[in-house]
């Protein structure tokens, strides 16, 4: 008796005659099920490129079209596609993107570098949105108060942070015990990884890698900081806080 037979008696046993007709005529099991291998192993963790939820120009003139295209289709569709490959060849087991980067330290850089760059962008890209900016409200704007006095101070922080990131990296607001803390990370590091000196739940993100501004500010990253305000998206920043 294989496998198949043997669970098709068992069903009957279970079931009975009333239920076993239906049951055995369709693939109870689901797709992943088959009559000789029995049930596959869980699917290995995927990074997926979430849909950039506005046009390639909707950002200008804070991000112009041309870097909002690269950006997107170039630099994070490859980030996304080195990171599921270390993911194969690693053996990577967490199913979930928050377990594999709260391990990262036990992967090569490959894997830390592009999980951290597809991670990231695709974070980056919600909390930008065309037409927003402006001065958060309610509970966003009483937290950035709370942790840092006011909303231009925590303007002031935040900024000199993305200043300070020699060479490449990001910005971080982030939230750690319900208490708001700001940092940099280099590289493709995020506040998620064990790895991470900053650590605590992402609230809102900006990439001071030269690949996100060069074209349209060349060395001029305070600029590009400074007009980055009009595209953040406070809405996106309040569902992260809760
Ligand atoms: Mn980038």
Redesign the pocket.
Known sequence: MDRKQFLSRSIRTAAGVILAPALLNEDVFGASRTASEGFAPPAPLTFAQLPLPYAYEALEPSIDKLTMEI?YTK??AAYLKNANDAIKDEGVAATSEEEFLKNISKFSAKARNNAG?AW??NF?WQVMAPGKGGVPTGKVLDALNGSFGSFEKFKEVFADAAMKRFGSGWAWLVSDNSTLAIGSSPNQDNPLMDVSELKGAPLLAL?V?E??YYLNYQNKRAEYITNWWSVVNWDEVAKRLG
Request: aromatic share 18%; net charge negative.
């Open positions: 950006h630099h994070h760059g990231n962008h980056f990439d890698w690949h996100a």
